[in-house]
């Protein structure tokens, strides 16, 4: 399986982002997907996850600013970031809400800096 994550870049506080991850490898439409991301010297953490149904939760941290959606016609799962904060800064992932260890990609880096 690969995932490609795409859409990070430089953002001031306050701004808006919206990531995305396409997948590949395997039957994508019947898994759970998560986003998770990895700052500078802690644990990843899952950040949002959403069902093969739709059904979505996402961390106490993002709640209210962070929504997550999947489209399973482009294989594809986003993150829309709202009302960005310094302390989102971290490298972005996807992968299955179960995360596989042996599938990971390269991430998407996010910076949120005045």
């Known amino acids: 399986a690969q995932f490609v994550e795409s859409g990070g870049g430089l953002m001031q506080p306050g701004e808006s982002l919206r990531l995305s991850c396409t997948a590949s490898g395997f039957t994508f439409s019947i898994h759970g997907m998560g986003w998770y991301r990895q700052a500078p010297g802690k644990q990843r953490e899952l950040v949002a996850g959403?069902?093969?149904?739709?059904?979505?939760m996402v961390a106490d941290s993002v709640k209210g600013r962070f929504m997550i959606s999947r489209d399973n016609a482009k294989n594809s799962v986003y993150l829309q970031m709202n009302s960005l904060k310094p302390e989102d800064t971290a490298v972005y992932y996807c992968?299955?809400?179960?995360?596989?260890?042996?599938?990971w990609g390269q991430g998407t880096q996010v910076t949120v800096s005045s």
């Open positions: 959403i069902t093969r149904d739709d059904g979505t």
């Open positions: 992968n299955l809400w179960s995360a596989r260890d042996d599938w």
